[in-house]
């Protein structure tokens, strides 16, 4: 089966028999503070209904979760912390433990026992083992410092909140497979358990760029997340290339008007001077008549 579609379910059931000893382990699968389900597979009483059975469930601690006697919830075998926290699903055999938290992964016992005038009998036993996971948050990227050409680029990535451990967190810069950056930093929630990771970055801006874009990607064993793309701007305007053009159109044009301009005043001149020597002539011709 694809694990994903597993995980889409929300509980991952596999079940390993065991083929020496006969018993079978199941692995279940929670996300954390959601409801795990952990079932009591009866197959082997499938003649019986649960009025005639005892059916109750223990953590590795052999302390009872919950009980079903004889057709009834019985709750005086059951250990104080699970009290009121269980609920039975007759139709399935299985036990809701809501809220599922990092402390309660580990091993579980479903016994499915028959009481004859003889004593106990267990019918059928299940081991299962509760593994209890969380989602990492998208990664997110911070610029740690205010970014100019001389200070370069200081970046941090951080994303919480998951389980178990990631496995690596890094940046990728545009167009790059170069996995960048320290080593991640771990903590852990010392309430919830659950892991938050953050790495950082440091590298001078590269020296014919104004804006870098970087990702962080952040690998666990199921999936790999990666944050949304995050671009650094030098905020210094751009020189020469953008300019290039327009100062080679100024120029054109300077160039152009400082060639005209002196041919359009002397052609202006000569115009003016040779009205102005006609004007005379014209004045000499009727001083003469
Ligand atoms: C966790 O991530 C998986 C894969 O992206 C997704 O299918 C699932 O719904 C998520 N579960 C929770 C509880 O966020
Ligand atoms: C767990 O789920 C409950 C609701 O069922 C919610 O109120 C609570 O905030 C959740 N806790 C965490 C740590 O996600
Ligand atoms: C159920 O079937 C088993 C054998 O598979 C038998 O031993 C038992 O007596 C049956 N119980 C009832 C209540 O029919
Ligand atoms: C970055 O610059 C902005 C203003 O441009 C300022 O508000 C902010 O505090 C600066 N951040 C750092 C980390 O220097
Ligand atoms: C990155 O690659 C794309 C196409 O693969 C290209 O269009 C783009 O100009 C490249 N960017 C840089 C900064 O090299
Ligand atoms: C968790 O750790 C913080 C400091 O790291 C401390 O102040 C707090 O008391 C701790 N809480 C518990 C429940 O241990
Ligand atoms: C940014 O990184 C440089 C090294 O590239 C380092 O010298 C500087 O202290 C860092 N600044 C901050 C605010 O982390
Ligand atoms: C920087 O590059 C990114 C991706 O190429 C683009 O989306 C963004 O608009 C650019 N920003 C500036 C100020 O040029
Ligand atoms: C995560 O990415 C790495 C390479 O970047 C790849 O080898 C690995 O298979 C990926 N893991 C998943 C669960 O997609």
């Known amino acids: 089966m694809d694990p994903r579609r597993i995980m889409e379910l929300g509980i991952l059931l596999l079940v390993t028999a065991f083929t020496l000893s006969g018993a079978a382990s199941m692995k279940i699968q929670a996300y954390f503070n959601s409801t795990a389900c952990l079932p009591c597979p009866h197959s082997k009483v499938q003649n019986m209904s649960l009025s005639e059975l005892v059916v109750f469930w223990q953590d590795q601690k052999k302390l009872v979760l919950y009980e079903h006697y004889l057709g009834r919830e019985k709750s005086n075998s059951v250990n104080a912390k699970y009290l009121g926290r269980t609920s039975f ?28 005038p003889t004593g106990s009998v267990i019918l059928q036993q299940t081991n299962m083992e509760l593994s209890v996971v969380a989602n990492f948050s998208e990664p997110e990227i911070e610029l740690a410092q205010n970014v100019t050409r001389n200070s370069g680029i200081n970046l941090t990535c951080t994303s919480e909140h998951g389980f178990p451990k990631p496995m690596k967190m890094y940046f990728l810069i545009i167009n790059s497979t170069n996995k960048q950056g320290d080593d991640m930093e771990i903590s852990q929630d010392n309430v919830t358990e659950l892991f938050s990771v953050s790495t950082s970055l440091s590298l001078p801006f590269p020296e014919d760029a104004y804006n870098v874009t970087f990702w ?25 290339q953008e300019n290039w053009r327009v100062t080679v159109v100024v120029a054109v044009v300077v160039a152009v008007l400082g060639a005209v301009l ?26 003469v008549s």
Not at 107 to 116: A, G, L, M
Not at 216 to 235: A, D, G, H, Q, W
Not at 262 to 287: E, G, H, N, Q, T
Request: hydrophobic residues 35%.
């Open 89 to 116: 699903d007759e139709h399935n055999w299985a036990l809701r433990l809501p809220n599922v938290q990092i402390t309660d992964m580990g091993s579980y016992d479903c016994y499915i026992q028959q009481k004859r």
């Open 216 to 240: 962080c990607v952040l690998e666990t064993k199921s999936m790999n997340i990666s944050s949304r793309p995050f671009s650094v701007v030098l905020p210094e305007p751009r020189p020469v």
């Open 262 to 287: 002196p041919l359009i005043i002397y052609f202006l001149c000569s115009c003016w001077s040779r009205r102005k020597d006609a004007r005379r002539s014209r004045s000499r011709v009727a001083s």
